[in-house]
């Protein structure tokens, strides 16, 4: 008998979706965000739908929309085409052998069959991923405007509203004694009033860090992402033994394996993670990174690539799975784009993200946005 989970159909397209601002990191500014949609047909008529997004093209890692649309389309589609989408592990093991690495790609690929196996039952996608712990999360929001004013009009509006008061500081780009008086200045207008964080991209060197962490750290900053290179894990190590108790050191672009995840827990080289579901490869690669942190007493933080709502959502899912020892979330990527693709957007209140419930992950796309945004129908970069 056909299983109802038969993978019938596999689809991707990349979407050009503009953001309200510029969005200015270490390594460039962003004027727009191209997710990788997946949409999934099963034999027993479910629908779902994954994403993957990534930041500045080929800039964050090595995968691009482009490169993440044509492993899915070449390479990852045929070799599901006809396999039982619901035996998760058994479908990532079939997207290794396709396919190495492309962590992205295969994400965007399993989200949505984790979407569509959970719609085939009408199951919300947490109960396919553990089952929900937490039913909301703090929720932060990114100041990377590149501009001082700006960044604290956008802090003050968005307490006022009872938004965000978690944010994180994109530094990096500049000299960086004026990143450390532009964090200064934030700090100094929200002291005791938010909590801060920087994400300084891999930037700067082992020494540099040294130098100016510390004076960040008494400006209130508590959470220090990714201060150097992906590769340096003896200069994360320094940092997290120097900055200690005052401040957290949290890796991102380092910690993307259950190896990676080791390797940081063995070296002691960093007190949080930033787990994402791109990354890591899927939402259950994502649980397994997770599962490493919290048996060596590393804490974890809900990290974005600025997805839409789907991707959003999906994260969401799999962080409602996981433990006690979090430090809230960014899933804020659809409030950065002009418009979104689903129907109705994830809920914030009091601070906190409100997990989504099923079917699914508990979003509804809209048919009419997904074509207006679609690369190949805008026509200007088929793909
Ligand atoms: C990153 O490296 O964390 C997440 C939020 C944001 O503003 O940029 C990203 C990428
Ligand atoms: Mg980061």
Known sequence: MTSPCRIERLSVRVLDIPTIRPHRLAFGAISAQSPVIVAVRLAGGALGHGEAATIGGPSWNEESPESIHHAVAAHLAPALLGEDGSRFEAVLARMDRACRGNAFAKSAVEMALVDAVARQFGLPAWQLLGGKRHASLPLAWTLASG?????RDEAEQRLAQRQHRLFKLKIGAREPAQDVAHVAAIARGLAGRATLTVDVNQAWDTGTARRHLPALVDAGVSLIE???????????????AELGPRASVMADETVCTPQDALLLAREQAAQVFSLKVAKHGGLLRTRAVAAVAEAADIGWYGGTMLETSLGSAASAHVFSTLGSQHHGCELFGPQLLVEDIVREPLSIQDFALQLPDGPGFGVELDPARLDRFDRARAGLHPV
Request: proline residues 10%; hydrophobic residues 45%.
């Open 226 to 240: 990714q201060p150097v290179a992906r590769w340096n894990v003896p200069g994360l190590k320094i940092l997290a």
């Open 147 to 151: 501009d001082a004013g700006r960044d």
